[in-house]
């Protein structure tokens, strides 16, 4: 009788120690949570600030100079100029590329587009640039929902995620098709992205000697679920790739 008793005592205060150690890994994870929250928030104000300052400062300072350059070259003395003048207009389309290549940096830091006109004109824009770039590459575009139907909060997320399942793509995919879809379904509304590329196994052998695992994905995965919404990856070798990001239309997030 008494063994038993001793028996009993010992495994509460097991079951006790493990209630403390879920409790204590509940709580890491809560923390490693509200950090991230915090990481992202932090990377996209950063964002924010640097696009603005190419914006105002770098890409200003370019035009200025492209306006000067072609003011001296206009104003040239004709006697013997020729040859500065020619020399001075090689400049022009460096300039003006350079300007391009701010101009690029700046909507990739954060599209004024998205602020100015939502997120189906920003993913619009994403995919014929993607198409632009990779041109031997189909980018199907299916945007079955109005802008009004997709929160206000999920904006940003959605072309972030686009933004890394497009950029992974052109990086590790080497497909001819892809898909991108954001569509509303009873009380969800669903991001997908899929490609007909290489695929990967990420828990399997097949996966290059060299391989190391990026952020992109588990950036991804985040920004989905502190947004409240769900997220998977999908990857077969030889088939292509599929990321999904769904969110619930509760009230909350619904603008019904
Ligand atoms: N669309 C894709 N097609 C093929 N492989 C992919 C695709 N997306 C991701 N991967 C694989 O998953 C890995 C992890 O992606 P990610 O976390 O974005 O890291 P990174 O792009 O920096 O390598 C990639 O290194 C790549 O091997
Ligand atoms: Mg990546």
């Given at each position: 009788m008494g063994g038993k008793t001793a028996f009993l005592v010992f495994s509460l205060e097991e079951v006790t120690d493990r209630q403390a150690?879920?409790?204590?890994?509940?709580?890491?994870?809560?923390?490693?949570?509200?950090?991230?929250?915090?990481?992202?928030?932090?990377?996209e104000n950063e964002r924010k600030r640097i696009a603005r300052e190419v914006h105002d400062s770098l890409g200003a300072s370019l035009s200025a100079l492209k306006?000067?350059?072609?003011?001296?070259?206009?104003?040239?003395?004709?006697?013997?100029?020729?040859?500065?003048?020619?020399?001075?207009?090689?400049?022009?389309?460096?300039?003006?590329?350079?300007?391009?290549?701010?101009?690029?940096?700046?909507?990739?830091?954060?599209?004024?587009?998205?602020?100015?006109?939502?997120?189906?004109?920003?993913?619009?824009?994403?995919?014929?640039?993607?198409?632009?770039?990779?041109?031997?590459?189909?980018?199907?575009?299916?945007?079955?929902?109005?802008?009004?139907d997709v929160p206000e909060r999920l904006k940003l997320p959605i072309f972030r995620i686009t933004q890394e399942a497009l950029n992974n793509i052109g990086k590790h995919a080497r497909a001819t098709q892809v898909r991108i879809s954001l569509s509303r379904e009873q009380k969800k509304l669903n991001l997908v992205v899929r490609d007909n590329g290489a695929g990967i196994n990420l828990k399997g052998p097949s996966k290059p000697a060299d391989w190391l695992p990026g952020i992109g994905l588990s950036v991804m995965k985040e920004r989905t679920t502190l947004s409240g919404g769900s997220f998977s990856f999908e990857s077969h070798p030889g088939k292509g790739t599929m990321i999904e990001a769904s969110w619930p239309l509760n009230k909350e997030n619904s603008v019904e």
């Open positions: 150690a879920e409790e204590a890994l509940r709580k890491s994870e809560r923390q490693l949570r509200t950090l991230t929250d915090q990481l992202i928030d932090v990377q306006y000067k350059l072609e003011d001296l070259i206009h104003n040239l003395p004709q006697k013997d100029s020729r040859q500065i003048g020619e020399t001075l207009g090689s400049l022009i389309p460096i300039i003006q590329e350079t300007i391009g290549e701010a101009r690029r940096m700046q909507n990739d830091l954060r599209p004024p587009l998205l602020d100015d006109l939502g997120i189906l004109p920003t993913l619009s824009w994403l995919s014929r640039r993607f198409q632009k770039i990779y041109s031997r590459v189909t980018v199907e575009q299916h945007l079955e929902v109005r802008e009004e």
